[in-house]
């Protein structure tokens, strides 16, 4: 019996040698985050700069015009130009040119106080000279010269009067007339000869201002000077 233990025994072991391995299940391998394929590196990046559509290229530089920036346009000698051609370029130079119509009128009109009176008008100003030999005129004021013949230069309340009397009428000649933004003067000029005569002259804004309602020698005194 045991002898037949033993050989039932050793048919199990050989049974068992003889038979297909079964293999233990095996978890699947952890995937670190390294694992994970990086994207491929570019050897030469590039970087974006905004473009001027305007100008299909890098904005430039700006100028920024301050109190101390002078003048771009503006030419060697105080020349400046008139217009932004170059070739419009111009030196200034003061000019005083005469106004034939605006004389007839002050003229006529101070004749209906004194017949021997005469009167004419000028206006002052600066000429633009061109490069090429031509000129135009830029007005700056519109002045004005009175003569009155007179045997006594020494009557001041006489020429006190005659001062009182023609600067209204200079007030009131038509604004049209006048060239230029600023107020200029009457120049009374009363002769007694050719060599002999005496001459002042009224700014006309120092006029309207200080002398509205004054006559005679207190009047003439303010704008003479000896």
């Given at each position: 019996m045991t002898r037949f233990r033993?050989?039932?025994?050793?048919?199990?072991?050989?049974?068992?040698?003889?038979?297909?391995?079964?293999?233990?299940?095996?978890?699947?391998?952890l995937k670190l985050p390294t694992d994970t394929p990086l994207p491929p590196l570019e050897t030469n990046p590039t970087l974006e700069i905004p473009l001027d559509i305007t100008t299909r290229g890098p904005t430039g530089p700006k100028f920024i015009v301050?109190?101390?920036?002078?003048?771009?346009?503006?030419?060697?000698?105080?020349?400046?130009?008139?217009t932004k051609q170059s070739s419009d370029t111009c030196g200034f130079s003061w000019a005083t040119y005469p106004l034939e119509s605006l004389s007839s009128v002050i003229d006529e009109a101070v004749k209906g106080l004194n017949p021997e009176t005469s009167a004419r008008a000028s206006a002052f100003g600066e000429d633009c000279n061109y490069q090429d030999g031509s000129k135009k005129f830029l007005a700056i004021e519109t002045d004005y010269y009175i003569d009155l013949p007179f045997t006594d230069l020494t009557d001041f309340e006489v020429f006190g009067n005659w001062i009182a009397q023609t600067m209204p009428i200079v007030a009131s000649l038509?604004?049209?007339?006048?060239?230029?933004?600023?107020?200029?003067?009457?120049?009374?000029?009363?002769?007694?000869?050719?060599?002999?005569?005496?001459?002042?002259?009224?700014?006309?804004?120092a006029y309207n201002n200080l002398a509205q309602g004054k006559t005679g020698e207190e009047l003439f005194r303010m704008f003479y000077t000896e």
């Open positions: 033993k050989t039932l025994l050793l048919w199990a072991l050989i049974l068992f040698a003889c038979s297909p391995t079964v293999s233990t299940p095996q978890a699947p391998p301050t109190v101390g920036t002078p003048h771009i346009d503006q030419g060697p000698k105080g020349e400046f130009p008139v038509p604004p049209e007339m006048v060239e230029g933004p600023q107020s200029g003067f009457v120049e009374y000029r009363f002769v007694k000869t050719e060599n002999e005569f005496l001459i002042v002259r009224v700014p006309i804004q």
